[in-house]
Structures are given as C-alpha cells and as structure tokens.
C-alpha cells in the first residue's frame, strides 16, 4: 500500500481501502495498518505498507544498500551509535524524539538524526512500526521483527523469486515490466528467477509481449463486483501508467507536480471506476462541508452517444455522493465538465443520486 504525502479528500493509503471497500471508518483503517505488529514500512515500488512476512524477502535490497554505504546523504559518523543507543533504552521513538528532525521540508536538507535513523531504516537495522500525525515511529529489527523472520536466510535470488511470484499474484496477469515495477526491480532480476516463481507464461491479445499469469488466477471462473468509486492516482490498480493504459486504454498522469498553468485534468485528479472500466478523472476538493469537482474529464467513447453520457453521469454522481458521505460532507457541486455536457443534465444526475 503506498504511502504519500499529498491529502486532498484524504491521504492515498485511506483512499485505496476505501475505493475496495466502501466507508469503512478512517479510524479503523489505520488499525489495520498498524495496530498488531502484522506490517512494516519499506520501499517497494515507493515507500509502502507491507505485510511484516515479507520482511526476509527484501533482504536483497537491505544488502544493496550496505555494499554501496550510503543512499540519499552520507551517514555522519557517530550518530548511529546514538541512535541504536536511544531506540535500545527509550523506543520506539519519532525522529524528532530522537534529537533531531528535518532541518526543513526538503528531503536534501536533513538533519544528522533524520540521516543516520533513515540510513538505519534502509539497511534494516531499525523498522517504522507505524506514523503518528505523518511522522514515522522507529524501533530497533530485533525488537519489532518476529525472530523467526529476522533470522530467516534469504540469499538474493530467493528473495527476488519470492517478491516476482508475489508481484504476478497481486497483478494476475503481467508483462516482465509490470512484475520489475510492482517492487522497484530490474528486469533483468525478473529474467533471472521469473521461471521460478510459480508463474506461467501467457499470450495476451493485444499485448506485444509474452507475459506471466497466476495459475490459481486461469483456474479460478471470474468473480467479484464491479465498484463505482474514485480511485487514488497512487492506487496500485492505475499506479504504474503503461500498465494501465495497456489495460485499460486510459492514459493518466498525476498533475500534482505539474505547474498549475500546464495541468490539463487537475491537481489531484481521481481515475472515476465503473462497470470495470475508467469512465474519465474526477478533480475533487472540498469547500466547508461541500465535495466539490474542479473539473471532471469524461473518456471520449464515455460521453459518445446520448446513452453513453446517461450512464456516465450516474457513475459520477454516485461516485462524488458515495465520496462526500465519506469524507464527511452533505453537499456536491461540480464545476466544469469535459467534454462540455449541459449542466442542467449534470445537475439532474446529482439530484436523482443524492442520498
């Protein structure tokens, strides 16, 4: 589950659970990330919620980071000492607790605390056990990691047959690019250990390249339920963008970064998921207690024809209602549509919605 920073209706790692699970309680959400030991935070494909058994599998990067000595900043010398000190007497401690925070908001301008304790974290002397306000909390591996795990032997291509066959489970179907992105490897380390990973190769119409299936995923007839919902731009579904548009034939890019002036969708544009298929991108924000949509941006075949557009009004107005209740808001207004549709049938769809 990937974690970022930016909150608009809320933070990605509430939006993702949400977007599969309907309106479960935000508290209950961060519970279930943090709450009993069964998770830690480490770098898959960005940094992310993982599930704690798959603590030994990323051996082979913690090893990586040793052999090159350093990551982001050269480690001060002394300060790990200090800090394996603190977390051995007083932990689990936020960095701040330790002595030292951010100098500032940017990641280059560390202080020597935030350096060493994210050395730590990175070659796995010290696990982020859960974050409190955004701030993560450290403790010592040989605390926070069940000995059975932290002692687990994992050479390198253990490690990276473990995460490939994990990575074409989650997708159920991949390319050899698709499986090296879900855990930020090389493809060339999917080549190496992809014959071992309990996968098996597939030809996907459409698709130029050979690609990888779960067997449980060819045995097993289709099931589950279509959601109508908005999607996190970090959502795993629409994260790794050539995926998605391989997928799903929808081109998406988060704007976040993008000066304001060139955005074409918006800031925080939300794929909007319907009937198993991305209708278009919802910009969402909130006014006092009125979930407001900056701008929707319907897909062309969405809105080509009178029924065609019916529908796709009713999926967003589900969407955006389902949202606000959520988030906590009585109220809907959506302020621009693309392609333009008269605001009078945009206004009767949120109507007949409305709770």
């Keep these: 589950m990937q974690l970022d920073t930016i909150s608009v209706l809320a933070r990605s790692h509430e939006l993702v659970p949400y977007a599969r699970l309907g309106a479960v309680g935000r508290r209950e959400v961060e519970d279930a990330y943090w709450g009993d030991g069964t998770t830690f935070e480490y770098w898959a494909h960005a940094a992310s919620i993982l599930p704690i058994e798959e603590w030994p599998l990323f051996a082979f990067r913690r090893r990586a980071f040793l052999r090159r000595g350093w990551r982001w900043h050269k480690v001060p010398e002394g300060v790990c000492d200090q800090i394996r000190a603190r977390l051995r007497s007083d932990g689990p401690l936020t960095t701040r607790e330790l002595g030292g925070a951010k100098a500032s908001a940017e990641w280059w301008d560390w202080s020597d605390h935030k350096i060493g304790i994210e050395w730590l974290l990175d070659v796995g002397e010290v696990v982020c056990v859960r974050r409190v306000g955004w701030r993560r909390v450290y403790d010592l591996a040989e605390r926070a990691v069940p000995r059975e795990l932290l002692d687990a032997p994992q050479d390198d291509e253990a490690c990276l047959t473990g995460l490939v ?15 090296a992105d879900y855990y930020r490897i090389r493809g060339e380390q999917v080549d190496q250990v992809v014959g071992g990973a ?5 030809r996907v119409e459409g698709w130029k390249n050979v690609a990888w299936a779960d067997p449980a995923a060819l045995a097993d007839a289709p099931r589950g339920r279509h959601a109508t919902t908005l999607l996190s731009p970090f959502d795993s579904l629409v994260w790794d963008r050539a995926r998605t548009s391989r ?5 998406h890019r988060l704007e976040a970064y993008v000066p304001k002036a060139k955005r074409v969708h918006g800031y925080f544009a939300m794929p909007l998921l319907s ?22 941006t319907f897909e062309p075949w969405a809105v080509a024809t009178a029924a065609r557009t019916e529908r796709s009004l009713a999926a967003l107005a589900t969407a955006l209602w389902r949202a606000a209740a959520w988030v906590g808001c009585d109220d809907v207004r959506v302020e621009r549509v693309v392609p333009e549709i008269a605001p009078a049938l945009v206004d009767a769809a949120l109507r007949v919605s409305a709770p």
């Design 275 to 296: 009937g198993g298929r991305l209708l278009g991108r919802v910009d969402p924000a909130r006014e006092g207690a009125t979930l407001v949509a900056r701008q929707v």
């Design 247 to 251: 997928m799903f034939g929808f081109d």
């Design 198 to 202: 309990g996968l098996v190769p597939v």
């Design 165 to 179: 066959g994990r990575a074409g489970r989650s997708l159920g179907v991949a390319t050899r690019a698709d499986l």
